[in-house]
Antibody, heavy 119, light 109 residues
Framework: EVQLVQSGAEVKKPGESLKISCKGS????????IAWVRQMPGKGLEWMGI????????KYSPSFQGQVTISADKSISTAYLQWNSLKASDTAMYYC????????????WGQGTLVTVSS | DIQLTQSPSFLSASVGDRVTITCRAS??????LAWYQQKPGKAPELLIS???TLQSGVPSRFSGSGSGTEFTLTISSLQPEDFATYYC???????????FGQGTKVEIK
């Protein structure tokens, strides 16, 4: 069974750093792209970027380039989303999801990680 | 960037109703479109890929159609479990630009 299991909810202060994770199982983690998607409170889905764990090739949406870092550790089948300096506007639910193929849809999703940034 | 516009943004319907949601792309995307369903507090789920291919396990009352710039998601007979928010996503752009529509919330009348 394909599963993506994300790390737990986080509460941080502005300016702090954070790294959240997404662990894949039940499939060849290195053979599928992983995407990160943001959903701000009460809002829609936003495509942040993708990574290919096999070689760590990474593509960012222009809106998120330079704001976050996407990485992966294929030895433990885990992808990451990282911030160096959080802002209140980063408060959102963050989902990881698997791409069927580089031109395909998102067929499996993690349960989401809620990040709250507040002073 | 390719923009997607869904209509309506909000829809109130009754159990048994036929429901149609439209997704319009700012430029042609062939059949590179997916539909997702999101229930409150849950992650989205893939319903349809390639504009009209129903995912395994998705009830046959869901269907998708269209190509180019206009697409539709139809629920032939709305069931209580279908009350949710639906999103389209274009898959035509180079991966960084895989935009979603703004969503259509389907609520009980």
């Amino acid at each position: 069974e394909v599963q993506l299991v994300q790390s737990g909810a986080e509460v941080k202060k502005p300016g702090e750093s954070l790294k959240i994770s997404c662990k894949g199982s039940g499939y060849s983690f290195t053979s599928y792209w992983i995407a990160w998607v943001r959903q701000m409170p009460g809002k829609g889905l936003e495509w942040m970027g993708i990574i290919y764990p096999g070689d760590s090739d990474t593509k960012y949406s222009p809106s998120f380039q330079g704001q976050v870092t996407i990485s992966a550790d294929k030895s433990i089948s885990t992808a990451y989303l990282q911030w160096n300096s959080l802002k209140a506007s980063d408060t959102a639910m963050y989902y990881c999801a698997r791409l069927v193929s580089r031109s395909g849809p998102l067929d499996y999703w993690g349960q989401g990680t809620l990040v709250t940034v507040s002073s | 960037d390719i923009q997607l516009t869904q209509s309506p943004s909000f829809l109130s319907a009754s159990v048994g109703d036929r429901v149609t949601i439209t997704c319009r792309a700012s430029q042609g995307i062939s059949s590179y479109l997916a539909w997702y369903q999101q229930k409150p507090g849950k992650a989205p789920e893939l319903l349809i890929s390639a504009a009209s291919t129903l995912q395994s396990g998705v009830p046959s009352r869901f269907s998708g159609s269209g190509s180019g710039t206009e697409f539709t998601l139809t629920i032939s007979s709305l069931q209580p479990e279908d009350f949710a928010t639906y999103y389209c996503q274009q898959l035509n752009s180079y991966p960084p630009g895989r935009t979603f529509g703004q969503g259509t919330k389907v609520e009980i009348k």
